[in-house]
């Protein structure tokens, strides 16, 4: 968290709830979430299952989720861009609220933590109580707990036949691969919404949705009923700033390594994010 917020001042960066981007809105939402479970688990004295829910947080919800996605926003795109200061916010007050979870059983380590923080504060972490900054999140910009829950398990599924994929040599990570996902009913609405942005969730470099008629007999059948893979390598030349394999690289003269969205976030204004 703090390494990505090395350029971050709260004073000026932080971007209003409205401009935050639904994921980083779901990501703030999991954190006051778990800071409830947590303090209600300190009040009644079960200290491992304060232990066992901040691991979880920090394992699965946060590292193998919301920081692997939100790597590419991070990098690639204008330092001051929305987006990114969007996802710098959210991480902002995960931090904050996360220093403290550990502060009793962690201490020198949250001490160590809120001395490299950004941001005014008090002179030690040991003088704070739980954070109380999160922001107020209204329907506007949050995609429901349900619908974030649906796409991490999808997720999940893909990355199985990514790994697999991967395993067999056809690829060497999965920014090499691009994925068809056959599905129907409310999941295929979901997935659709997000658009584009999907192959910034699963991390690949083209994702798209079809529906379950359009399924091929190659498509793997996966644990969930009614929902098929398709992975293929990528055709498409790399873009040696995001790593994404792109029909637009070279299109550029004076960037001819770049992809299309990597000359746009140097030269032009910005890619423009919506979900993810």
């Known amino acids: 968290?703090?390494?990505?917020?090395?350029?971050?001042?709260?004073?000026?960066?932080?971007?209003?709830?409205?401009?935050?981007?639904?994921?980083?809105?779901?990501?703030?939402?999991?954190?006051e979430q778990t800071q409830r479970q947590v303090l209600a688990d300190y009040e009644s004295y079960q200290f491992l299952q304060v232990d066992q829910k901040i691991h979880h947080f920090c394992s699965v919800d946060m590292g193998s989720f919301y920081l692997d996605v939100i790597k590419d926003r991070q990098y690639t795109l204008p330092a001051n861009s929305v987006a990114r200061r969007s996802s710098q916010t959210a991480m902002y007050h995960i931090a904050e609220a996360l220093v403290r979870w550990i502060m009793p059983i962690l201490s020198y380590t949250a001490e160590e933590i809120w001395l490299a923080?950004?941001?005014?504060?008090?002179?030690?972490?040991?003088?704070?109580?739980?954070?109380?900054?999160?922001p107020t999140l209204t329907d506007n910009n949050v995609m429901d707990a349900v619908f974030w829950q649906d796409v991490i398990d999808v997720r999940e599924i893909v990355s199985k036949e990514l790994e697999r994929v991967r395993v067999e040599g056809a690829i060497g990570s999965a920014l090499d691969a691009d994925v068809t996902i056959y599905c129907d009913g409310n999941l295929y609405e979901k997935l659709t919404q997000l658009g584009d942005e999907l192959r910034f969730i699963l991390i690949t470099s083209y994702a798209q949705v079809k529906p379950l008629s359009e399924k091929p007999s190659e498509a793997k059948a996966t644990d969930k009923d009614k929902l098929f893979v398709s992975v293929c390598v990528s055709e498409h030349e790399k873009c040696v700033r995001c790593w994404h394999h792109r029909h637009d690289v070279g299109q550029s003269e004076e960037h001819p390594e770049l992809c299309g969205r990597c000359v746009e976030n140097i030269d032009g204004s910005g890619e423009v994010r919506l979900y993810a």
């Open 1 to 31: 968290l703090l390494s990505n917020l090395n350029d971050f001042d709260p004073k000026t960066d932080l971007v209003s709830v409205e401009q935050m981007l639904p994921l980083d809105c779901w990501a703030v939402e999991k954190t």
């Open 117 to 134: 923080m950004p941001g005014e504060r008090e002179e030690s972490v040991f003088l704070t109580t739980a954070y109380e900054g999160f």
